[in-house]
């Protein structure tokens, strides 16, 4: 069975710091590339982070020299580092995995359709 578990996820303070865990099982995660979702209520699925079987990272502007990506410290595990949280990062968190022929566009990481794995989510909420 497929799975991608999201953990990590609680209540912080704004300025606080989370770190988030996706855990893969059931396919090859290595041959996958992971990305970092969220969504809040009545808005569509936000793509903010991605890090490729190759080891290119992507970010989006909003996340950008806050949040950090990474992998590779244990087996199947995607990490994100979220530092100087504000309210507006409050979301579901969500990581997708991403088969090799994903589209080669230059923004494909950010479009949900090129997932084929999706975890549960996790909440983060900050509050000011």
């Known amino acids: 069975e497929v799975q991608l578990v999201e953990s990590g996820g609680g209540s912080v303070q704004a300025g606080g710091s989370l770190r988030l865990s996706c855990v893969g099982s059931?396919?090859?995660?290595?041959?996958?590339?992971i990305a970092w979702f969220r969504q809040v209520p009545g808005k569509e699925r936000e793509g903010i982070s991605c890090i490729t079987r190759g080891g290119t990272i992507h970010y989006t502007d909003s996340v950008k020299g806050r949040f950090t990506v990474s992998s590779g410290v244990a087996k199947d595990t995607v990490y994100l580092q979220m530092n100087s949280l504000t309210p507006e990062d409050t979301a579901v968190y969500y990581c997708?995995?991403?088969?090799?022929?994903?589209?080669?566009?230059?923004?494909?990481?950010?479009?949900?359709?090129?997932?084929?794995?999706w975890g549960q989510g996790t909440q983060v909420t900050v509050s000011s």
């Open positions: 059931g396919f090859d995660f290595d041959d996958y590339d």
């Open positions: 997708a995995a991403a088969p090799p022929w994903h589209s080669s566009r230059r923004w494909w990481w950010t479009t949900t359709h090129e997932y084929d794995y």
